[in-house]
């Protein structure tokens, strides 16, 4: 092959490439510490769960420990890819005659009546235990060390205790204990410490070294403390005994037990595959939102995509109405599979999508069109949003989307890690944000909000009912090339998650866009269909787009009937990836929101 010099237009950061290994987050800092992990002789698993942990730290705005997740992994040893499914379930006291007595018609977005069981820690243990080679000493001390002696606050967080300090103030004083230091909003870049938060990780760590007989019996015993010690019972007493003000404008105790938290472990599956040409694309099943991704391609693949302008009309057109079907399809059909079936062969098969790809014209739809399968799904009710989505910061960049209640419409983060031997992980932690709940004061952090993704109307797919898992927006992807596991990216961003996640992959698989620059590449995403998050509005025929979208592209869009708005150069998603072709490792990271970071050598 001739060598050329610097062939490739500008990318706002390299490819990362090398043969060692590779790690992409959402934080420059948690990047450094999976890659240390690498770098003392850790797997991609231990460099997973050290990541993840630091990324609770650093990003408190975005993902907290009382928060939840999904993760994929491919493990080189056991030869497959598996979801590790970290969504805790409703609290046996959940109900939707509960929720209805106090005068509630939907779940709050906020406080304690939107905690599910927190399904972090229990998994990172599952993932360290099970796939892993470390200590929990060696993925726990560097966000106990960034805790206790500080790291540097990045703005987001900052625009985001800002937007919540008045509910601080007022309402949650356990909070601004810790998020208004010295009684003030942080400045960006102060050396932030969350020291009581340090300290209820030491103790679980202390815990855990409580006794002897190896690695295993340490983990078991980090998880006791978590789910059946001091920080359940912490958990349970908050819950029974505050009245915390959310965003129905009235306080309300919280349901979720320690009871609930001993009973319930991550689980183990398979993924949810759809073959797309070479590419065999992983999600996890239809408790998430990830599927969509899988739908969206089942009916792409009727088009012809390679050479397209990856900024053009058409292949923006053509990847928003194809959304729109399967995103109606995820509010029609999805939910947990333990409660309900799930006609998912149905929605991926090629009788179903031939007849729904029919619905795609050269004209935008504004009208919600789930499919029929016979015998299955709920009814599908469309509240409309009246004017503009706010959002603190960019437009729909997956950043902070939070009101003055803490209600919030998709703060996350994300990770990809591939080592040396070729294991792969890639996950999307999310919850427990520092605006979903008031601090519990003994552990330095809050409960999350998922339950709001929940419907309180009996049977529906997302009804809610005890013990059952709220559909997730949560969705990382890996993605097999003739048979080989080739491919692991996500991005945060609540429902605009599996819209950045399929525009990311069409641009490198059709556009032949290096992974960097099918980040960089101007993005958008569609309003169209009710959001997962509280109030679950919808703005029929809204099309958000980055400034940088071609001026001839928008008005052609117009013209077609999407009702465009324009966001700001850099605001559209957050992605990152990693790639392994032979002894080759790739990475990549999004320059929007100045956090996300790859590296690796």
């Not at 004083?173 to 208004?180: D, E, F, I, N, R």
């Not at 869009?557 to 990836?577: N, Q």
Request: charged share 20%; with cysteine; net charge negative.
């Amino acid at each position: 092959m001739a060598s050329n010099v610097n062939p490739d237009p500008f990318t706002t950061r390299p490819e990362i490439e090398g043969t060692f290994g590779v790690v992409a987050s959402t934080h420059w800092i948690a990047t450094a510490v999976g890659m240390a992990i690498l770098e003392k002789g850790g797997n991609a698993f231990d460099a997973g769960v050290a990541t993840a942990f630091t990324l609770q730290v650093v990003e408190p705005h975005l993902n907290g420990p009382g928060g939840d997740v999904p993760i994929i992994v491919h493990d080189v040893k056991r030869g497959r890819t598996e979801v590790i499914c970290g969504q805790g379930p409703a609290p046996a006291r959940a109900t939707i005659a509960h929720y209805k007595s106090e005068g509630l018609d939907m779940v709050p977005g906020t406080g304690l009546l939107a905690a599910c069981v927190p399904g972090t820690f229990e998994s990172w243990m599952m993932l360290l235990r099970d796939y892993g080679t470390m200590r929990v000493r060696d993925v726990l001390e560097p966000a106990i060390s960034y805790a206790r002696d500080g790291y540097p606050l990045v703005e987001r967080a900052c625009a985001t205790i800002q937007t919540v300090e008045q509910l601080f103030r007022k309402h949650w004083p356990t909070s601004a204990a810790v998020y208004l230091p010295n009684g003030e909003v942080p400045k960006p870049g102060i050396l932030f410490t969350n020291k009581t938060l340090a300290a209820t990780y030491a103790r679980i760590l202390n815990e855990a070294e409580s006794g002897g007989d190896g690695r295993d019996a340490e983990i078991e015993r980090a998880r006791k403390a978590w789910s059946q010690g001091f920080v359940a019972e912490a958990i349970d007493r908050f819950c029974r005994t505050q009245e915390v003000m959310d965003v129905s404008g009235s306080p309300h105790r919280g349901v979720l037990s320690a009871d609930d938290m001993a009973r319930w472990q991550p689980t183990v599956e398979a993924p949810l595959t759809y073959d797309y040409g070479r590419y065999t694309v992983c999600k996890a099943g239809v408790w998430s939102q990830g599927p969509v991704t899988l739908q969206q391609l089942a009916l792409l693949k009727g088009f012809a995509l390679d050479g397209l302008d990856p900024t053009g009309p058409e292949f923006i057109h053509l990847q928003i109405e194809c959304a729109k079907l399967a995103f109606a399809d995820r509010e029609k059909f999805y939910g947990d599979p333990k409660f309900s079936e799930i006609p998912i062969a149905t929605l991926l098969s090629d009788a179903y999508n031939d007849e729904r790809r029919k619905l795609v014209t050269e004209k935008a739809s504004l009208d919600l069109r789930p499919g029929a399968v016979e015998g299955f799904g709920g009814v599908v009710k469309l509240r409309r949003a009246e004017g503009q989505r706010e959002a603190v910061g960019a437009l729909g960049a997956g950043e902070p989307t939070v009101g003055r209640f803490g209600e919030v419409r998709g703060d996350t983060v994300h990770f990809d890690i591939i080592d040396k031997t070729g294991n792969m992980v890639s996950s999307t932690p999310s919850g427990g944000w520092l605006q979903s709940s008031p601090v519990i004061p003994e552990l330095g952090f809050c409960l999350g909000s998922r339950a709001q993704m929940f419907d309180l109307e009996e049977n529906q797919p997302g009804s809610l009912a005890p013990g059952k898992r709220p559909r997730t927006t949560l969705s990382p992807t890996m993605a097999l090339c003739d048979g080989e596991p080739y491919l692991a990216w996500g991005s945060p961003g609540g429902d605009q998650q599996d819209q950045w996640i399929t525009q990311f992959f069409l641009r490198h698989v059709h556009c032949n866009l290096n992974l960097q620059e099918a980040i960089d590449a101007p993005a958008w995403h569609s309003e169209h269909f009710p959001i997962s998050f509280w109030p679950r509005t919808a703005r029929p025929g809204v099309l958000v787009v980055e400034n940088r979208v071609p001026k001839a592209t928008i008005e052609n869009l117009r013209e077609r009937g999407h009702i465009v708005e324009v966001g700001p150069d850099w605001s559209e998603g957050r992605l990152t990836a990693a790639s392994r072709v032979g002894v080759r490792r790739r990475a990549a990271a999004n320059p929007r929101g100045m956090q996300g970071y790859a590296a690796g050598r």
